[in-house]
Each structure stands twice: as structure tokens, then as C-alpha cells.
């Protein structure tokens, strides 16, 4: 059976949608972001689930004039909240080569004498100075993964603030971050303390190799 | 201490004497600057200069040009961390390069700055010189209320309906022509502490509306026939409670009998589907409901007055973030009586919003659009007579969430403007 979603539905699959597609897709040098939802259906499917079928128009965060277009299915298990939402996507066309940004930042970090430590990205402000915009976005490519790993028809994440940064040092070739993040959960509104571990190299992509919730005054 | 951290030395830009505030105040603000010095450099000939272009490559010193050599003759600017001041200055020495300590402890001039910011903060004593793109402490808004009455007495007054909680003062601003209890439009921001967005837009709003009296014909139009009251900082113990310790605050700041946890949140605290599934009665939940409807003295004062007023024609209520503009219900999902009538005005309203910047809203019931909610400030204004009821969710959609940087302000404030005129326009245009 096909019902129109309402947009408040519709809106939710497809932010989980952009977060996977950012999540296998992105870097330090390129974070996608969802611009706008072009159609929406949704489909009953008798005993598994719900399933959206999705047309998305996503936009590169640094550069706002560059956008993709994305068809993407989402289906929510029913009655399995334990299990993570099936995700499958298509992007339409090229995006753009961060090789450079990347090799950039990677050679950066793997220069540091001490790890780098950070935190409040962004600041109360709003504010992200140009170093810490890598590794804001590499929170927010990495979120992507813990947002479909926690989504149901009833949730809708965003990252709301990296509360501390820290660079782990590897003897391999990895970047490895340790993150403490706050999610933003609009549907009860609740803000959600989450520390997840964070693999990077620019051929390899980005890994979230372990993640926990964590109370809600853990970030304090 | 000053050689570490590396990755969060602040960019070369940074070279002008009030940003050595922002050196401060931004993420890198755990670098220290004690015992570093700027000198002033001049390389007198093309050999000179390359060397000093060397020395600032030099990647263990740590050196950065706050003025980069050009030419020979022109003095350069190179701050030295205090490790590397030795090295730096046998260096120019023994070659003969020509200095002179400009700064001779950059800690203490930021020291001294970020004294001279703070007293030039509190002494800001004119509408001129309010900085409407940053945010805001809760003392700075209110001082700036009284500013904005003492520029514009024959129109606007400030007006306590209550008190916070914890004993603040809540004010309106109210715009006013004259006549006596005129049909009224009501806006409030800031209910949600955290969305800072919108009380910074609402103090923007305020003085446009003061501002355009005489000038723009719509805002005159309304303003002949009809008074606004505008109450920024609808939450202000929250407020206070995210500058001061939790930015990510939303609720009051209400004792909740019997539960460690604080707070009720206010935009499911009133009498309209009051308590349902649309609201948490977990007191340790951001939607909580409260003990009953109007528990909360923030939204009894608000009750209070639009009832005692009667005459109110329509309650906006602003909040952020999501990029929405939003009608009743909240808590139900059969369409409002006046869903086409105030679906089509929403329409066209963020529809002149995006002329603007090109920034997209989506509009609808809240019930369609965002998820269900009870207990709205806007659903009760409807079931009670307040037909042009509306809640604005302002920018972003989520890459900076409650944290939108100051720099967004303005921008988000300009766009928005058209929308709440096409609203208010319509309400003028439409009595009832």
C-alpha cells in the first residue's frame, strides 16, 4: 500500500538518508548536506516495514552552490527497533575532488608533535575557527553513521556541537579521533551526549569504529 | 606552555590590534601569549628580506608575520613566541637586521583589551552603537529596551506583565499610535532559551518596526490602526541559564516538586490538548508539560494578558531552528477551520522570504510538517479566539543548529522581515 508521507515523515527519512549518504561519502574536506526533499512515497510492505522512496537534492556544506541529486530508499524495520533502517542510495553525477583539501589536513595532523585537542565546535557563537573546520566536519560525516545507526520513524538527528575533540595516536597510517559529540534529537527535542571513535585516511574514508550514548550530564 | 598546540594557533590574518580579542575569545583561546613578543623588523636590502622570508618558515620557531616583509624599508610585524625569542634575535643580529620590540609582553596587551572590551560593553549607551549582529547578554537586551523607548517615546513602551521564576522582570515592548485597547498583534522570541537566533532577531525586528513608523507604508499602515507587543526574551531565567551555564538550556528553570531534574518546557505548558502524547510528564524530559496548564509564570503572565487584553488579532511566535513556517494544530491532525486561509498566507510569506536570500522554508500545520505536539502556545491562542496564529522555526536546518554563528544574524533577520509584514498585512487587511 503507498500513502503520501506528510512532511514531517518525509523530512525525517530524508534527513537519515543524507546522513548516510555523508557518511559513506564524505571527509574532512567535504560534508553533504540535505538541501531540499523533491518527492517522497512512502510503501507499506506487508510483515518487514515501511519503506520511503526518496528524490533528494543534497548540497556540499562548504560551497553551497554545488549540489547532487540522490534517490535513496530508507526502510524502517517494523517492530525491530534494535535494528538500523536499510539505507540504499544513488548519486547522480560527480562530486566534487577534495584530494587536495584532504591530503592537506591529513599531512597536517600526521605533522602535529603533540595530538590535537580540542572542544565546543562550534563555540556558543556559532563560531569555527578555519583549523577546526576539518575536523568539525569529519564529526559531522562520522555523526551521519551514528544518527542511521539510532534512527526510527519517530527520530530526526542533527549534530549539535562537538563537546571535546582528541586525537588518538596511531603507529599505522589512520587518523584516529575521539569524540565527544551532542546530538540534537528534534522530535523530543532532547540533546544527547554520544562519544564516538573516529577512523580517517583520505583513500579509506571515514570509519566510526565504536560508539556509546552516554548519560545526559556526561558532556557537562 | 606557549609552543604547544599546535593545531590551534590562530590564522596569520589575525594581524589587527582589536581582533587580539577574538585571539581570546575563539576555540583557541587555551593558547597563552605570556612572554611573547612582536618586534618590528627592517630588512634595508633584497638579502635582508629573503632571510627574514626564511626565518618565518622556520617551523620550530613558531614565528608568525602580523605584517609581512614586502620591501626593503618597510618595517615588517613578526610575533615570537617567548621560547624562540633568543634564537630569533641572535639571528637578526648577526645579521646585521635592524629591530625593535613593538610589544614586549603580548599576553598583557590582551589582558588589557579584553578589560577595555568588557567596560566598553557596559557603558554602550546608544541605539547607534548596539551591535545587532552579535548576540546578546540578557542585561545588554534589556538595557537596550530602554534605549529603543528613549528613541522612539511617542511610539514605543516597555510594559512588565509578570515575573520569571526566579524573579526576572518580563517585559514587552509595545508599539502603539494611540487609541485606546486597538486591535493587536502579538510576537514573542526567546521562549526556547537556546535559540538564540531569536531573540537576537527580535531585537533586530523591534527597532525595524520602530525604525519604519513614518517610512515604510505597510508597517505605518498597521501601526495607524492597530499596536503591537513584542516580548523578546519570553524565557529570560533560561537565557540567563545558557550564558551562564548550559547553552544547550530549552526549558524554565522551575523547581519541579519531587524530581532532581528542573524545568517545564514552555511551549507545551498551555491549556490545548494540554498533557497528551505530544508532551513528555517525565520532569527530566526537554518536552515536559508541568504539573497543569499555565503552571509556568512565563506563559500565565502571557494568558494573562492576551486575555485581559481581548482585543489580541494574532499571536507569532518565534522560534528556531528548521527553516519552517508553522500554523495550528499541534496536537491534533485534523486541519484547523482556517487551514486554506492560513496555509495560502504562509505560502506566500516564505515565499517573499526566499526572494531574499534564497533561503528555503517549508509551511504547514505543525502537526504535518514537524511532529505532534501539545500544549502549543499557538494552539491555544487559536481555540481562543486568535485566528492568525503562526510559529516561525528561523534558519538553519541543522549544519549549525542552535549554534547559527553571529554572522548569520542580520541575514536571517532581513528575510524574515517580509514574511512578518505579509502576515501582519493581512491580519490589518482582514479584521475580525
Not at chain 1, 518525509?10 to 561519502?25: E, F, I, M, S
Not at chain 2, 593558547?31 to 623588523?41: N, P, S, Y
Not at chain 2, 491555544?380 to 542552535?402: M, P, Q
Request: charged share 20%; aromatic share 10%; net charge negative.
Amino acid at each position: 500500500m503507498e500513502l503520501p508521507p506528510s512532511l514531517s515523515h518525509a523530512g525525517r527519512a530524508a534527513a537519515l538518508a543524507a546522513g548516510c549518504v555523508c557518511y559513506r561519502r564524505g571527509s574532512p574536506g567535504r560534508g553533504l548536506a540535505l538541501r531540499a526533499v523533491r518527492r517522497a512515497r512512502r510503501q507499506d510492505v506487508d510483515g518487514v516495514g515501511h519503506k520511503y522512496h526518496l528524490e533528494l537534492v543534497l548540497e556540499d556544506v562548504l560551497d553551497k552552490d554545488s549540489t547532487v541529486n540522490c534517490t535513496a530508499e530508507v526502510l524502517y524495520h517494523l517492530g525491530k527497533k534494535t535494528i538500523a533502517p536499510d539505507v540504499e542510495f544513488t548519486i547522480e553525477g560527480e562530486l566534487k575532488n577534495t584530494d587536495e583539501a584532504d591530503n592537506a589536513f591529513y599531512n597536517q595532523i600526521k605533522s602535529l608533535e603533540k595530538e590535537l585537542v580540542a572542544e565546543n565546535i562550534p563555540d556558543s557563537h556559532g563560531n569555527v575557527s578555519p583549523e577546526m573546520e576539518p575536523i568539525h566536519l569529519l564529526a559531522w560525516v562520522a555523526s551521519g553513521y551514528v544518527m542511521w545507526q539510532n534512527s526510527t520513524e519517530n527520530t530526526k538527528f542533527q549534530l549539535a556541537q562537538i563537546k571535546h575533540v582528541k586525537q588518538v595516536k596511531r603507529s599505522d597510517e589512520y587518523l584516529e579521533f575521539d569524540y565527544m559529540i551532542l546530538l540534537h534529537e528534534i522530535v523530543s527535542q532532547e540533546i544527547i551526549p554520544w562519544q564516538m571513535t573516529v577512523l580517517w585516511h583520505p583513500q579509506r574514508g571515514v570509519q566510526v569504529t565504536q560508539d556509546s550514548r552516554q548519560p545526559k550530564h556526561a558532556a557537562e | 606552555m606557549p609552543s604547544g598546540a599546535e593545531a590551534s594557533r590562530c590564522p596569520l590574518a589575525m594581524k589587527i590590534l582589536p581582533v587580539f580579542a577574538t585571539l581570546v575569545a575563539a576555540a583557541c583561546s587555551e593558547q597563552l601569549f605570556v612572554g611573547d613578543q612582536v618586534l618590528r623588523i627592517t630588512a634595508s636590502d633584497e638579502e635582508q628580506l629573503t632571510l627574514l622570508r626564511v626565518l618565518g618558515e622556520q617551523a620550530e620557531l613558531q614565528v608568525d608575520f602580523w605584517r609581512h616583509p614586502s620591501s626593503p624599508g618597510r618595517p615588517a610585524d613578526l610575533r615570537v613566541p617567548f621560547p624562540s625569542l633568543q634564537a630569533v634575535k641572535i639571528f637578526l643580529e648577526s645579521n646585521g637586521i635592524s629591530y625593535s620590540i613593538m610589544i614586549v609582553d603580548v599576553q598583557e596587551l590582551l589582558d588589557e583589551e579584553k578589560k577595555t572590551m568588557m567596560e566598553s560593553r557596559r557603558t554602550e549607551r546608544s541605539i547607534s552603537t548596539f551591535d545587532f549582529a552579535s548576540y546578546h547578554t540578557l542585561d545588554e537586551i534589556y538595557d537596550w529596551m530602554d534605549m529603543l523607548v528613549d528613541d522612539h517615546p511617542s511610539l514605543v513602551s516597555k510594559i512588565q506583565i509578570g515575573q520569571s521564576y526566579e524573579n526576572r522582570s518580563l517585559y514587552l515592548l509595545k508599539f502603539s499610535t494611540g487609541g485606546s485597547n486597538r486591535p493587536a498583534i502579538w510576537l514573542d522570541t526567546g521562549i526556547h532559551s537556546r535559540e538564540w537566533i531569536t531573540h537576537a532577531t527580535g531585537v533586530w525586528t523591534a527597532n525595524k518596526i520602530a525604525e519604519e513608523y513614518g517610512q515604510d507604508p505597510s508597517v505605518t499602515a498597521i501601526l495607524d490602526s492597530m499596536d503591537i507587543f513584542f516580548e523578546i526574551v519570553t524565557n529570560p531565567d533560561g537565557f540567563a541559564f545558557t550564558h551562564s551555564s548550559n547553552r544547550m538550556w530549552r526549558k524554565t528553570r522551575s523547581i519541579n516538586a519531587g524530581s532532581r531534574c528542573i524545568g517545564v518546557d514552555p511551549n507545551r505548558n498551555w491549556d490545548a490538548g494540554f498533557g497528551g502524547s505530544g508532551s513528555s510528564s517525565n520532569p527530566c524530559s526537554e518536552t515536559y508539560h508541568g504539573p497543569y496548564a499555565h503552571s509556568e509564570r512565563e506563559v500565565k503572565a502571557i494568558v494573562d494578558f492576551i486575555r485581559g487584553h481581548g482585543s489580541v488579532k494574532s499571536v507569532i511566535s518565534i522560534h528556531s531552528y528548521s527553516q519552517m513556517l508553522l500554523f495550528p494544530y499541534g496536537y491534533k491532525t485534523a486541519p484547523a477551520p482556517h487551514h486554506q486561509e492560513l496555509n495560502e498566507l504562509a505560502k506566500k510569506a516564505v515565499s517573499d522570504l526566499a526572494v531574499v536570500y534564497g533561503t528555503k522554508y517549508t509551511y504547514g500545520s505543525i502537526a504535518d510538517t514537524i511532529y505532534v505536539a501539545d500544549g502549543t502556545t499557538v494552539d491555544w491562542a487559536y481555540d481562543n479566539g486568535v485566528k492568525y496564529s503562526f510559529t516561525f522555526e528561523l534558519r538553519d536546518t541543522g549544519r549549525y543548529g542552535f549554534l547559527l554563528p553571529s554572522t548569520q544574524i542580520i541575514p536571517t533577520a532581513t528575510e524574515t522581515w517580509p514574511a512578518l509584514l505579509d502576515i501582519m498585512v493581512h491580519v490589518l487587511e482582514h479584521p475580525y
